[in-house]
């Protein structure tokens, strides 16, 4: 089936804001005096932000009730919050907008499909938000990527089929989660070598509109 619909993951593929969700749970880890480092960040990559909790839990050596593991993500996001203020239209990642524009001309359709809560707050900051015919974010979803829902809530939608949309992807869970919707997956940035995806490339200024299409 020919590609009628692109979806893309948010953050590290339209726009980088791993430096900002990085600094807010060191905070948060130096605050409760957990083990932290860029190397367990990396483990946080389209992981909602209460499973990236869970995770950086693991290094620590006291239980935490719910409501305290509540207002945990909370102050993360407090932190991560006041970081993004800083985020602007300059913080686009190479070859998204031109790559939006030449799919829009191609009457291809476009989505967000996001782990994130703040998506709609980046998208409307990075003046991106009317370019896409459809978003799915961390505020519709039950189950987190690697789980299809968001991508296939986007097709949905979108009023496509699964195996009518293309993914674009910088973790390995969302990679897993296109896939287990049925579509297909561009891998970038992070997960440019991950063997499961359809075909990879390390950024999108690396890849042309007959390449997302002809897939
Ligand atoms: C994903 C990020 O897009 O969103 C993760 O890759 C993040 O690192 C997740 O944890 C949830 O984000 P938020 O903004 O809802 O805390
Ligand atoms: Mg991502």
Known sequence: MSIKGVIFDLDGVIVSTDEFHYQGWQRLADQENIFFDRAMNDRLRGVSRMESLDIILEKAKKNYSLDEKMRLAETKNDIYRDLLKKI??????????????????????????????????ILAQIGLGAYFDATADGNDIKKSKPDPEVFLLAASRLGLKPAACLVVEDAQAGVQAGLAGGMKVLAVGAAANDPDATFSAPDMSHVSVEQLLNC
């Open 88 to 121: 602007s239209p300059n913080d686009i990642l190479p070859g998204v907008v031109s790559l939006l524009k030449e799919l829009k001309e191609k009457n291809i359709k476009v989505a967000i499909g996001s782990s994130s809560r703040n998506s709609p707050t």
